[in-house]
């Protein structure tokens, strides 16, 4: 068997595996986990073919030592790292270590998400700049240069903003949204 043979062999396979046996839409789906959380609200077609091809695309995420984590109660996926026994450095899903600052303002946001639900039943959450502000200041030590705190504070939500956890409302710039789903 000639070099080109087997090229030919493992590009055919490769598409037997990944390519044509895996429809568009899980492959949509798949492509937007890759690049982080799955709404059910955002992606409503993504997560249509998520749900329907689960299996086909469990299987082709373990293939990259990836775990698929559906919350289907809360609208939302996301893939997890899955362990490679130690024997390979393979990391896709990159890992943020999140400061005091920051993980306190994922905190903040999710208790206020979750008591906005239990109070209203509204999935969505939207506070100002301030609101924020003012949630984060309790639980820090008291500062001579209140500006110097709030340029933290305001670093703090653009991070969580270009992680995803926060999405500024359109026509709004001071007020930011922060879906359950």
């Keep these: 068997m000639s070099n080109s043979d087997i090229h030919l062999a493992e590009n055919q ?5 990944f390519g044509s046996a ?6 949509v789906a798949v492509v937007s986990l890759l690049k982080g959380v799955l709404y059910q609200n955002m992606h409503e077609d993504s997560w249509q073919a998520l749900l329907q091809n689960e299996g086909m695309i469990r299987d082709y995420l373990q293939g990259l030592f990836l775990e698929l984590v559906i919350d289907p109660a809360e609208g939302y996926a996301y893939l997890r790292q899955r362990d490679t026994d130690g024997t390979t450095n393979l990391n896709l899903i990159q ?5 005091y600052l920051l993980s306190l303002l994922c905190a903040l ?5 979750i008591e906005n639900d239990s109070a209203s039943g509204e999935l969505r959450l939207i506070l100002s700049r301030e609101q924020i502000r003012d949630s984060v200041r309790v639980f820090l ?7 110097r705190l709030d340029d933290a504070i305001d670093r703090a939500i653009n991070r969580l903003q270009e992680y995803g956890f926060l999405h500024r409302l359109k026509g709004g710039e001071e007020n930011l949204s922060r879906s359950a789903e």
């Design 141 to 147: 030590p008291p500062s001579s240069n209140e500006a």
């Design 13 to 17: 396979l490769g598409e037997r595996q």
């Design 95 to 99: 890992k943020r270590p999140l400061g």
């Design 109 to 113: 946001l999710r208790k206020r998400l």
């Design 22 to 27: 895996i429809p568009r839409g899980a492959s």
